[in-house]
């Protein structure tokens, strides 16, 4: 047996390849084992979930959301789970602790709802190291506290040798939704103008920089911070309390990922002012240099609003007076056009279909 190049059977050694061990830079749609890409937040993500997940458990979570909404008495509770496998544990401005904390409270934001408490579950590996378990410990104990939430319970578990890559961290946050707030994904309508809370990209960077030991002349640090604070002055600074219609933070996937999911849930379109997203001049060069698109890049302390037009210059204003949205901008707006997609226009005049990535750009970096 040969293979195009002419090489014999003998030239591989003493086994044939297996074509099954082969790893494709891009995943396979059509695959009978989990990919890379399965936990990138794109294309491959969203199918996992509409048909593994969700017609195994059923409908009872409702739309598709960072957190469920449930009815109690005469008012609703969010609540939301999430994972953290992020690699390195630790990486410029945090570390998995830290990263786990806010990115739950985060997932509760967005849905408009302030924490009450968190829950923390540990998969450890054997052999690691007390004073780092220690340390992602006390990071996240003082995240919660920063952010005026308790982590009132959890879990352990020990894995053998080889089993976790050191540490795997599980979250779950319980919140309160204010009265008359309706937000999520498919309440987006057109008009609404589209505000993101900052610059874009440093998270994903920050990660890859530590990763792949990579210089890029100056730090990147990550933007891990809780937004619930910055949610409650938006929603407090227009008058009808439902002017703010979908929130989402650009985690996996990005400032793209977000608004194609929003525009797909409430089948609305959106065009984004390239021009108008702030990307850092470290962020832009490291993307260049990596072959990444920023706009894809995860972020860890940033939110993407859909506000009504009617009240988007108080929201505006309202996210500006707090630090974590100090460089908050409109970006763009929701049209009736092509429902489910987003269109950038770019700083040459002219637009482009902006499309998620099939798999993942940057593995594990939540």
């Not at 979250?171 to 937000?183: D, E, M, S």
């Amino acid at each position: 047996m040969s293979d195009p190049a002419g090489r014999s059977e003998a030239t591989w050694g003493s086994a044939v390849p297996d074509p099954t061990d082969w790893v494709c830079p891009l995943p396979l749609r059509e695959t009978k084992r989990i990919v890379l890409g399965h936990g990138g937040g794109g294309i491959l993500s969203e199918e996992l979930i509409e048909n593994l997940f969700l017609p195994a458990f059923g409908p009872s979570g409702g739309p598709a959301r960072d957190s469920a909404l449930l009815a109690v008495g005469a008012g609703q509770i969010a609540l939301t789970t999430d994972s953290y496998v992020v690699n390195p544990l630790f990486f410029p401005g945090g570390n998995i602790g830290d990263l786990a904390v806010n990115g739950t409270i985060n997932d509760l934001a967005c849905s408009g709802a302030q924490p009450l408490a968190l829950t923390a579950g540990f998969i450890l590996e054997e052999g690691l190291e007390l004073e780092v378990l220690g340390t992602v410990a006390q990071t996240m104990g003082k995240a919660a506290a920063d952010a005026g939430v308790g982590i009132v319970t959890g879990d352990t578990k020990v894995v053998g040798k080889g089993g976790a890559d050191g540490l795997f961290v599980n979250t779950a946050g319980v919140g309160v939704v204010p009265a008359g707030v309706r937000i999520g994904p498919e309440q987006a309508r057109s008009g609404d103008h589209v505000i993101v809370s900052g610059a874009v990209g440093e998270h994903g960077v920050a990660i890859m920089s530590v990763r792949e030991g990579i210089d890029f002349g100056t730090t990147v640090t990550t933007d891990s911070a809780p937004l619930h604070r910055l949610v409650a002055a938006m929603l407090a600074a227009a008058p009808d309390p439902n002017a703010v219609h979908a929130l989402r933070d650009p985690t996996r996937g990005g400032l793209v990922a977000a608004t194609v999911e929003i525009a797909r849930a409430a089948g609305i379109g959106v065009e984004l002012d390239e021009h108008a997203i702030p990307i850092p001049d470290a962020v832009a060069s490291a993307c260049g240099f990596l072959g990444l698109d920023p706009l894809q890049v995860a972020n860890e302390g940033k939110m993407v609003a859909f506000v009504d037009p009617a009240h988007s210059e108080a929201v505006l204003a309202a996210m500006r007076s707090r630090p974590e949205g100090a460089g908050a901008v409109i970006i763009g707006r929701a049209v009736a056009e092509h429902p489910g997609m987003v269109v950038g226009r770019t700083p040459f005049g002219t637009t482009r279909v902006i499309e998620r990535e099939l798999g993942e750009q940057l593995p594990r970096i939540c």
